[in-house]
Structures are given as C-alpha cells and as structure tokens.
C-alpha cells in the first residue's frame, strides 16, 4: 500500500547561485557526509546538489509534514542500494514520521527516482507498506 508520494522540481542554477553564496554554510546545513562526498566528485556538481535537495524536498511531502514537525534536511539522505538504485536513508524525525505512518505489520520501502536536464532537476519519491510476515500486534 502506498503511505506516501512526493515529487519536487528545483532549477540548478538556483542551487548553483546557493552554493556560490553560501558555500559551505547551505551545504553542511543541507546535506549529508555522504551527499556532500558523492557530490562534489561529480563534474556536474551543482546538477547533482540539486537532484538530491529535490529528493529531500519530495520525501518531506511524502511523508506528509514537509520540512516541519521535527524533519529536518539531514533527516533525509541520499543513498545507493548494491544495485546502484536510489533510495533514501531517514535518520531522527524524518524516521520517527516514517515510524508514525508505517502500520504495525509493515515495513516501509522508499522509491526514488532522481533526473536533471539543464536547467531543471526533478525528485519522485513513493513511501510504500510491505507486509513484515508476521501478523500485526
């Protein structure tokens, strides 16, 4: 069943602009350790910023609260499974609001897709229920 859906469409030359101004401020603030090591080896830096703060974006509506309620930026990070396909890692209140609209007898899944073709970057971003197996307490 789906809990949740997100989609977020950012121009890069905004993130661009962001990062030139802010530098390292807006980035430590924004991104994680992993986000920032993975960014910045890229050729299109601000391409890759800007699909990731996307995907942060459509994750915080797909949990339902937006950038409120306790879900902060770092909350939410970008991550690739073994395979290479994309998912996010939630940490403090983003996991917490995944734990609040996660049914007992699930666990959650996050689908990400993340794409940019100059100027625009775009996040989608499905938190799914799969059933654990074991019946609900």
Known sequence: MILG???????IRRIARTIEVYGDRFLNRVFTETERRKSDRRKERAAS???RFAAKEACSKALGT??????????MGVVNLPSGRPTLKLTGGAAAQL????????EARIDLT???DFPMA???VIISAI????PPR
């Open 122 to 124: 775009q996040a989608i």
């Open 66 to 75: 937006g950038l409120r309620k306790g879900v902060f930026w770092r909350d």
């Open 49 to 51: 910023y800007a699909k």
């Open 114 to 116: 993340i794409t940019d």
């Open 99 to 106: 734990a609040l609209i996660t049914p007992p007898g699930y």
């Open 5 to 11: 859906l997100g989609n977020d469409v950012i121009d």
């Open 131 to 134: 059933p654990t197996g074991e």
